[in-house]
């Protein structure tokens, strides 16, 4: 048997006084495409950085194609054969494909050559591996999911054999989704080795012939696909069973509670973000917002929680909302609870500690503060401990801050600040993002017994499995435009992904 | 595990920026041919040596601590107001005003309306950058800065034109009335019994100067607008996302933070020279950025340093009159420290706190 693509020995990393690799071995064959799954903080990109040169490992080595290699930077991951494809981009916007393919990778001081020569080779690869992308298109006219395949084009034009793609369909429809799994299964029928690392698992069950599962720092397991199921997976990503899908009763539906008509956000750069949409949410359901990120949700979900400007007319229970001048303070006085879709950048202070984030926002409630402008700190403090108990928050010490939890315990900390003030109003934005498989469970329970209470709810969710699962109406925002007001019992993960391309009738 | 003590993070790593700031000095002591360990012991009795000493110290560490409060509390909001210069000008402007009105029976009437004075005029030169910064978003470093060159140049027109006591050739104002002079520290410690060298212009400035660290203090962290002003300086757009107005917190910040510097007048115009003279201030508008950088923008951290420059000053000033060391090199000194205390600190936090996290990991 040939010499694996990739293996790893005994790899351990620390920063500081946190072990984000402990002992970790793993071994991928040429021509498979194996997954990594685990959750925030398992170590999976501390071990690809380490692959690809970024950190240096402590102890451990790895073998390319057989042979000890020593990585110390990006460009001997380079030419050891490693590409990579970062979950964030990195091209030059301005740039053309051409010139983003070549850039680092030039013949010599003048670019004609290099360019021609790229022209070449990039049409070669292109027949070879439906890669399909105009080499002269300009990166900021092209969609993500055609960034990405320049992306690919990249590594590949490098000569990589061993191609690492990190959280790829973060950004993608399902179908873009697919066709890059397509891409990706040509790319391994050619004898190139693939690692996909993901946290969903039903990318992991379609693309992948072997998957190894971090937890904690570790390698838990390493498994063939076909001989495992989601649910293996996550009881060993998570250590414990988890229920994937939530169980809720039949909505019932009552007054109108939020009503939206005829919405348009211009943003700061006189884009208009939102076009002129309307809808409205009752009593006990769930309005679900779908779609890919950048359609418009980030700021449909600001204006309605009173930090951006909007024209169109927005009514709670009857009371419009100043639109013009937008407080945060009236909509917390309506009784509207934000989860803002970013929690770290939005939703929480990274530097203060976790009881001065329990009011944040609420800082001028008569129980954290008084007229003489003095804050209760002892009662805030009181009130966090009991929340974070209430909500699990883990480690339950509350004068840590904000900065030293977890993604999930962070986003526990949002939810049980909006949720405990028992708001008639719930938005909230990719309740889940970064969120352990563990607590994923926990915050749709939580969203749903919130429901089951009366209360009108707005998701918006990049997770089609999210929005199918928690909601009971679902529209889907593309290109600023809302679409397919559906019942999310009459429709599927199909129909929405054609509206979520913008494919619809 | 993730965060140093607060004794190492306060209080070791800047003893030994300091430490490494007087080596590399000693070396340009050596170099001029002095010797450095009698400079510095020279330098450490003339500042904290006798109570001449000390009254000169703590007059220059009054200066510092307003300045470097005025500095801190705009850190805390991440604004960066490094007009104290001209906010300190014009506060002594507002507190000659003051003393020059009324004929004042007796100091405890007149001090209090000083404050007032100082902070109000120091307050208000500060309104127009933060006005800017806030609603048009102009860059509070860059006006700041001109407003300081403006407010100089007011001065000189003010102290020649308008104020100036007639048929004088100095550009300065009458003296204070009696009533408008305060207690200094040989008044003061006479009351207690305590001896005190008469001429040093420490004076009852320091109280309000410590008094006002206690006030930034319970600002900061016991009250919503200080709540507010740190939430805002740690993420503008989380603070938007809670309700909390930029505008409001931006104004009031550089409000309270250019009445700080104002303050100042009372120690230097008010205390000292008892008149308004030109460049009352001498650059304590700028050493309050060292201050606070030093501090951390902690008031307690603030008081401590505006000490810590109280003594470079006071010891520099010794040290050019009984060597030929000259008094630029004192500012060599005080570079070194700022260099190392703002520009350079991870120079030093990082190795320290790997070293300390080492330790830990070895002890567990």
């Known amino acids: 048997m040939a010499a694996p693509a990739i293996q790893l020995k005994n790899i351990s990393k620390s920063f500081g006084p946190v072990q984000a690799n402990k002992n970790i071995s793993l071994s991928v064959n040429v021509g498979t495409i194996h997954g990594i799954v685990g959750e ?83 049409q070669d690869l292109s027949k070879e591996y439906e890669l399909d992308v105009d080499p002269d298109a300009i990166i900021e006219n092209m969609s993500v999911g055609l960034q990405q395949r320049v992306e690919i084009l990249k590594a590949l034009y490098r000569e990589a054999n061993i191609l690492i793609l990190d959280e790829p369909t973060g950004v993608l429809t399902p179908s873009e989704a697919d066709h890059l799994f397509r891409i990706l299964k040509n790319l391994r029928d050619q004898g190139k080795t693939i690692i996909l690392i993901t946290h969903k698992l039903r990318e992991i069950m379609d693309a992948t012939d072997t998957v190894s599962v971090m937890r904690a720092g570790e390698m838990t397991a390493t498994l063939e696909t076909k001989k495992t199921s989601p649910e293996e997976l996550a009881e060993l990503m998570v250590g414990r069973k988890v229920l994937l899908n939530v169980s809720k009763n039949e909505n019932k539906a009552g007054d109108i509670a939020l009503e939206v008509k005829n919405l348009s956000i211009t943003d700061e750069k006189g884009v208009l973000r939102v076009k002129d949409i309307t809808f409205e949410v009752r009593e006990g359901e769930i309005l679900g917002i779908a779609g890919v990120a950048g359609n418009g949700q980030s700021e449909l979900l600001e204006a309605l929680g009173g930090f951006r400007k909007a024209e169109g007319s927005v009514s709670i229970y009857g009371h419009s909302l100043n639109l013009a001048n937008p407080s945060g303070q009236e909509i917390r006085d309506l009784s509207i609870a934000h989860v803002p879709e970013d929690r770290q950048r939005l939703g929480l202070i990274m530097e203060f500690t976790a009881w001065e984030n329990i009011g944040f ?43 030293s939890f977890s993604g999930g315990n962070q986003q526990k900390l949002v939810l049980a600040r909006e949720i405990e003030r028992n708001p008639d109003i719930l938005l909230i934005g990719q309740p889940t993002r970064g ?71 | 595990m993730t965060k140093l003590p607060a004794w190492i993070d306060i209080l070791l790593i800047p003893m030994i920026n300091l430490i490494i700031a007087l080596f590399i000095s000693a070396l340009v002591v050596l170099y001029i041919g002095e010797n450095p360990i009698d400079a510095m012991s020279l330098m450490i009795k003339g500042a904290i040596g006798n109570s001449y000493g000390w ?188 309700g909390i107005s930029p505008v409001k917190i931006i104004m009031v910040t550089v409000l309270i933070s250019g009445a700080l510097a104002g303050l100042m007048g009372i120690n230097s115009v008010m205390g000292e020279s008892e008149r308004l003279v030109l460049d009352s201030v001498q650059g304590a508008g700028f050493i309050g950025i060292a201050v606070a950088l030093m501090g951390r923008s902690h008031p307690f951290g603030v008081f401590l340093a505006a000490i810590l420059f ?27 420290v700022i260099l190392l205390t703002g520009a350079l600190d991870n120079m030093i936090r990082m190795p320290i706190e790997r070293l300390y996290f080492k330790m830990v990991r070895a002890g567990t």
Not at chain 1, 362 to 383: I, P, T
């Open chain 2, 310 to 336: 109280g003594i470079l000053y006071q010891g520099g000033a010794e040290l050019a009159m009984w060597t030929s060391i000259p008094r630029e090199l004192i500012v060599v000194i005080q570079a070194l």
């Open chain 1, 361 to 403: 926002g609420y800082q001028h409630e008569n129980e954290y503060s008084n007229n003489w402008g003095l804050m209760n700190n002892k009662k805030l403090r009181s009130d966090a401990a009991e929340k974070m108990k209430k909500f699990d928050v883990r480690p339950s010490d509350n004068k840590l801050k904000a900065r």
């Open chain 1, 40 to 122: 925030n903080g398992a170590g999976k990109s501390t071990l690809m950085s380490i692959l690809y040169g970024f950190y240096k490992s402590d102890s451990g080595d790895i073998f390319v194609g057989g042979e000890k290699t020593i990585i110390p930077d990006s460009q001997a991951a380079i030419s050891a054969g490693i590409g990579m494809v970062f979950q964030h981009f990195k091209l030059v916007e301005n740039f053309s494909v051409l010139e983003n393919v070549i850039l680092g990778a030039e013949d010599g001081a003048l670019l004609k050559q290099s360019l021609a020569k790229a022209r070449i080779q990039l």
């Open chain 2, 55 to 242: 009254g000169y110290t703590l007059y220059y560490a009054t200066n510092f601590i307003f300045t470097g409060l005025a500095v801190s509390i705009a850190f805390h909001a991440r604004i960066f107001n490094i007009g104290g210069e001209g906010q300190a000008m014009l506060g002594g402007l507002g507190v000659a005003l003051v003393c020059l009105m009324v004929p004042w029976p007796h100091w405890i009437i007149s001090l209090p309306v000083a404050v007032i004075g100082g902070a109000l005029f120091g307050a208000a030169w500060a309104a127009i950058p933060a006005y800017l910064q806030a609603k048009r978003g102009s860059h509070i470093v860059i006006t700041t800065i001109m407003f300081n060159f403006i407010a100089s140049a007011l001065l000189v027109y003010l102290l020649v034109n308008v104020l100036k006591v007639p048929g004088s050739m100095a550009p300065e104002t009458a003296r204070f009335p009696e009533g408008a002079r305060l207690p200094t520290g040989h008044d003061m410690l006479g009351w207690l019994g305590i001896k005190f060298s008469k001429s040093p212009p420490v004076n009852i400035s320091l109280l309000v100067a410590i008094l006002s660290c206690f006030a930034i203090w319970f600002l900061i962290w016991k009250t919503k607008l200080g709540y507010e002003i740190r939430a805002f300086g740690h993420s503008e757009s989380a603070a938007k996302y809670a």
């Open chain 1, 435 to 505: 969120v352990d498989i563990g607590a994923i469970e926990f915050i749709h329970n939580e969203i749903i017994k919130l429901r089951d209470e009366g209360k009108a709810i707005v998701l918006v969710s990049v997770e089609l499995d999210e929005i199918l699962s928690l909601t009971d109406r679902v529209s889907v925002m593309f290109d600023g435009n809302l679409i397919g007001n559906k019942l999310t019992s009459e429709t599927n993960a199909m129909e929405l992904g054609l509206l979520m391309g913008g494919e619809a009738n």
